[in-house]
């Protein structure tokens, strides 16, 4: 006997999108404090995960894009750098840890689509940084999006192009 199924009404994607943009919100927060001041990044996990509003985080994602960043720090700068028009020390922090995180999130999670990633930045960017400063992370994360996901841009290329 076939087991009946109910449509899924979509509230699990939903809740992993939501628990996923926590996540990054609580990564840039705890990337930005890290800029400030580079200390410990376990005394910084350790404050953020005690902040309200940690438990509806994707707690997996967090981690990854916390301690990922401040642990690929260099390597994500130097695949930055080249698509900035000023010094990295002319950032502001907030600049600073949206271009790292999204940038080793496109790196490391090639199950979320660059678009979504760059969207995301953006988003973060309007939030916390500067009047136009989403302009500058939009241009800036697409030219590493060119790089760092140079197959899934062919790929969605050539489906567009057919």
């Known amino acids: 006997m076939s087991e009946v199924r109910k449509p899924d009404s979509g509230k699990r994607q939903g809740h992993t999108r ?20 580079p200390s410990d990044v376990g005394e910084i996990d350790a404050h953020i995960r005690d902040a309200p509003g940690f438990d509806k985080a994707d707690r997996d994602h967090y981690e990854s894009l916390l301690h990922g960043s401040v642990h690929h720090l260099e390597d994500l700068m130097h695949q930055i750098q080249p698509f900035i028009d000023r010094p990295w020390g002319e950032l502001s922090p907030v600049e ?37 400063a989403f302009k500058f992370v939009n241009g800036v994360l697409d030219k590493v999006a060119a790089q760092a996901r140079d197959t899934e841009i062919k790929a969605q290329s050539n489906v567009q192009s057919s």
């Open 96 to 132: 600073k840890a949206v271009l790292v995180l999204a940038s080793h999130e496109m790196n490391t999670h090639s199950e979320i689509p660059y678009r979504v990633v760059i969207n995301e930045a953006v988003e973060l960017t309007k939030t916390f940084g500067g009047t136009d």
């Open 18 to 37: 939501n628990a996923r943009r926590r996540s990054r919100e609580l990564a840039l927060q705890g990337l930005y404090q890290w800029f400030l001041n």
